[in-house]
């Protein structure tokens, strides 16, 4: 099944909500050792079916050990019967949680906020994974955002996420086809439309918790990858849009401004993406206004953000007159001997390049990990061209690049300001290195490798961003 276009999703929406199931497309690959099973049984709470038809037996009063054995019953059945008009049959509500998609290496930890940082020119921008209620107030804590301050910040908040998310008891819950459910559900690229759904999805969980005396099925994902089915409490008040949990913050006295622009993982990122960004930074102070941007993971879209956004506040500084934040660091200033400064800038060039070398050397042991008996080492020594290509590729000296720059005014000097920005946000991910890295794993991949087209395409991508 194709995925719905947006005339087709507005239709979707202007239907009856008891009547229009949202159309989700379910030809993903399935991975059969790690699918959440379909039940082949029904049943609910204290022996009832869904429409309540059955009486209880014992007054109406159920026993403990009756209440497990139907919760049992229920657990097996509840998927393929569900009947609400997004979270419908087939479909599972997800701990929106991603155990591989840590950057370990980052200073510190936040709780409920994975991969949290700060870009490190320290202007005010930051990024991270999609947090919890908690971990958003601890994040707007740090950065002078809370209730009661004297001198409070206006913390600006850009969620990229381009699926339905909703929040229960404070933790946030992704849809999911059962059938596959680490791939994500994209219905639409719409923000009115997008929240639109959400706020049919709550009444969907709500609806359904009413059945099952409060509860409703959720799935856990683990450390180790394995998805568990959990029954989880829920009423009106505990469920939660993202645009709800935004505007609760707001009436509780949390300095906060919420910016829904989704972008879908797959598709090439536009200009009217970054239009978006720059209609709310333009008016934004560069020096006061913490600038916070989040996706799933918190990795390429919100590094993408981070980097647009470094940019845009390089030239609201410059134009107030503060220090360029980038401007290359002169090592031989203040020196007067000719033979002194070239000395200096050749130590300095050569810094730079065993930097990249060893840079270089690390991505290709990265892309030849349970591929290649042999080190990157001794591949490179045995093919001393392999390292002059490896090197203009680090550097990002693409033929579609430099044909780019040569139709730009100060097209060099631009390239060089764009790699320290890039550089200044690689804490997750380096948006260069990130090509380099699929174009080595699709070198390095069989033949037959199903994931040698991929690596090709995410590689295709990642120039592109």
Known sequence: MSR????????ILSQPTASRPIPIPSNRPINSDRNVPRPSTSGSFHGRSSSGSTPLPNGGKARPLDVFASLHKSTLGVVKTRQGSVLSRGFILKTDYY???RALELEIDVGGAPNFRQNKSAMNVFGVAQPRVSGM??????????????????????STREEPIVYLSGRPYVLRDSTSPRDGVALTERTEN??????????????EAAK??????????????????SWTAVDAKTVRTQQEVMEDLKTEGWSVEYHRIPITPDRPIENNYLDAFLDVMKTTDPTETPLV?????????????MVGACIV??????LLGEPDPYASTKLSSGISSPKAVATLEQ??????????????????????????????????????????????AHQGTYSLILGLLGCLDHGPNAKKLVDRVIDDCDHAVNLREDVLVHRIRYAVANMDDRTRTMHLAKASKALEK
């Open 313 to 318: 506040r390089r030239r609201q500084l410059v």
């Open 347 to 392: 130590v300095s060039l050569q810094q730079e390049l065993n930097k990249s070398l060893l840079r270089i050397t690390y991505i290709l042991q990265q892309g030849l990990q349970e591929q290649d008996s042999r080190s990157a080492i001794e591949l490179l020594m045995s093919q001393p061209a392999l390292m002059e290509s490896l090197r203009k």
């Open 293 to 305: 941007f989040s996706c799933g993971a918190g990795i390429v879209r919100t590094t993408f953000a």
């Open 99 to 101: 155990p591989s998609g």
């Open 194 to 207: 997008l929240e639109a759904i959400e706020r049919r999805l709550k009444a969907d969980i709500v609806a």
């Open 137 to 158: 107030k601890a994040l707007l804590s740090l950065l002078q955002c809370r209730p009661g301050l004297a001198n409070q910040s206006q913390c600006h908040w850009f």
């Open 4 to 11: 719905p276009t947006l005339p087709q999703v507005d239709r």
């Open 212 to 229: 099952f005396s409060g509860v409703i099925l959720t799935h856990h994902e683990l450390d180790n990858g394995d998805i568990i089915p």
